[in-house]
């Protein structure tokens, strides 16, 4: 340790410190299973809409988003191992669950659009198919739009 490090030196270590902690921090995230249980969450709740009871929607609607609150944020400081990464908040970054709450709403607001689409389309029980649509999107993609999603925000 008693080696002096040139200017030069200490820069490219620095560097390469910041390299690692941004693919550390690329790797923080949600579980597959999280997406999946998402996508199915969206298909019922476009069901129940569609089929069910006036009020049960809007109850169920508040109880997947009670559901996700919890799980997700116990995963998105960080603090979580997901494919065996477990960073400090500093490295996971805060604007992670912004970014999440944004694909949310981006995700219902398309929701709405198809369901809208889709009946002015006259097409039967819309609101089932625009929750299979985000649902398989969700399934599919949700990691991936995240991370694009991160990358975009530097969070």
């Known amino acids: 340790m008693g080696e002096q490090l040139t200017p030069a030196e200490a820069q490219e270590a620095l560097a390469a ?10 790797e923080v995230g949600l579980p597959r299973v999280y997406w999946w249980a998402m996508a199915a ?4 709740l476009g069901v129940l809409n569609e ?17 996700h609150s919890v799980f997700a944020t116990r995963y998105l400081d960080g603090r979580r191992p997901t494919s065996g990464v477990q ?14 709450i944004g694909m949310l709403l981006m995700l219902v607001a398309l929701t709405v659009a198809a369901a809208l689409a889709l009946d002015a389309d ?7 198919w625009a929750g299979v649509l985000v649902g398989v999107i969700v399934g599919f993609g949700g990691p991936e739009i995240l991370r694009v999603l991160r990358r975009w925000a530097h969070a």
């Open 41 to 44: 969450a969206w298909v019922v």
């Open 87 to 100: 960073v400090s908040a500093a490295v996971a970054g805060g604007r992670t669950q912004v970014v999440v």
């Open 122 to 128: 006259g097409t039967g029980h819309p609101a089932i």
């Open 17 to 26: 410190v910041a390299r690692a902690q941004r693919q550390i921090a690329g």
């Open 51 to 67: 089929v069910g009871p006036r009020g049960i929607g809007v109850v169920v609607t508040f109880l997947v988003g009670a559901g």
